[in-house]
């Protein structure tokens, strides 16, 4: 099965094919799957990982994918990824929040480390299964923060 696009067909090469999206996320197609290989250094405030791109899930995010993207604020990852790589936000010493719309992916070693411990946190929703507290060293909160109220979906 390819993923189809706007009525296109995009065929994954053996190795992936590889495209940037939105000017600061590399993602790769292999086979029936997505995965956020990169983010440029210079990607600002609060990013959403998307849950599909080109209409394959986005499962996974490579190792190292965002190290050093010290000017992000927050992060949104979908109910699609699955696995985290090692160090995938080491750096992101900006992170206020990292908000999680599924269950608990599989995470690689220290992946949110470098960012501040006391200033971020990891806010998820109230039927999520899998986190641990702290979960990647960070403190879980249930439940949707819009400015300072927090709304369980």
């Given at each position: 099965m390819?993923?189809?696009?706007?009525?296109?067909?995009?065929?994954?090469f053996?190795?992936?094919?590889t495209?940037?999206v939105?000017?600061?996320?590399?993602?790769?197609v292999?086979g029936?799957?997505?995965?956020?290989?990169?983010?440029k250094?210079?990607?600002?405030?609060?990013?959403?990982?998307?849950?599909?791109?080109?209409g394959?899930?986005?499962?996974?995010i490579?190792?190292?994918?965002?190290?050093?993207c010290?000017?992000?604020?927050?992060v949104?990852?979908?109910?699609?990824?699955?696995?985290?790589?090692?160090?995938?936000?080491?750096?992101?010493?900006?992170?206020?929040?990292?908000?999680f719309?599924?269950?608990?992916?599989?995470i690689?070693?220290?992946?949110f480390?470098?960012?501040?411990?006391?200033d971020?946190e990891?806010?998820?929703?109230?039927?999520?299964?899998?986190?641990?507290?702290?979960?990647g060293?960070?403190f879980?909160?249930?439940?949707?923060?819009?400015?300072?109220?927090?709304f369980d979906?």
């Amino acid at each position: 099965m390819n993923c189809r696009y706007s009525g296109r067909v995009f065929s994954a090469f053996a190795a992936g094919s590889t495209e940037v999206v939105g000017g600061d996320l590399t993602i790769m197609v292999i086979g029936n799957v997505a995965i956020v290989e990169q983010s440029k250094t210079t990607a600002t405030g609060d990013l959403v990982i998307p849950d599909t791109y080109r209409g394959c899930p986005v499962t996974h995010i490579e190792t190292s994918a965002f190290a050093g993207c010290s000017n992000l604020t927050s992060v949104t990852i979908p109910d699609s990824v699955t696995s985290i790589g090692e160090y995938a936000f080491w750096g992101c010493r900006s992170f206020t929040t990292i908000i999680f719309k599924g269950n608990a992916p599989k995470i690689g070693q220290s992946v949110f480390g470098g960012v501040s411990y006391d200033d971020s946190e990891i806010i998820i929703y109230s039927d999520a299964t899998g986190f641990s507290q702290p979960f990647g060293g960070l403190f879980v909160s249930v439940g949707f923060r819009i400015a300072s109220t927090i709304f369980d979906p």
